[in-house]
């Protein structure tokens, strides 16, 4: 299994930026398809964005994100990015980057996801 860690959250305003990163380590991350998920307070975990294994690789969005997230990867530095634009405040919560060989776990499966980071906060003020 990889380990993964998150950076890049924080508080940002209405209509503002950010960039996540979900940084691995541990053998072969070119191997692992990667996703970023979201748990907002008082509700579940809910499913963003996945790539598959390779950098430039196909990629999926939920359609909440669609259109203003954007997730790459560079197999290099065995990072996962989330280009997050257009904030609003609905999309405060905790992000966290999940992992697995499996990219059908990624997007349809995420109890079977074999390795998970421990989330970044992102706040987005009205």
């Known amino acids: 299994q990889v380990q993964l860690v998150e950076s890049g959250g924080g508080l940002v305003q209405t209509g503002g930026s950010l960039t996540l990163s979900c940084t691995a380590s541990?053998?072969?991350?070119?191997?692992?398809?990667v996703g970023w998920f979201r748990q907002p307070p008082g509700k579940e975990r809910e499913f963003l964005a996945s790539?598959?294994?390779?950098?430039?690789?196909?990629?999926y969005y939920a359609d909440a994100v669609k259109g203003r997230f954007t997730i790459s990867r560079d197999n290099a530095k065995n990072t996962v990015y989330l280009q997050m634009n257009s904030l609003k405040p609905e999309d405060t919560a905790v992000y966290t980057c999940?992992?697995?060989?499996?990219?059908?776990?990624?997007?349809?499966?995420?109890?079977?996801?074999?390795?998970w980071g421990q989330g970044t906060q992102v706040a987005v003020s009205s």
């Open positions: 999940g992992a697995d060989t499996i990219l059908h776990n990624i997007i349809m499966n995420h109890k079977a996801i074999t390795s």
């Open positions: 790539i598959s294994r390779r950098s430039g690789g196909s990629t």
């Open positions: 541990g053998p072969s991350f070119s191997t692992y398809a």
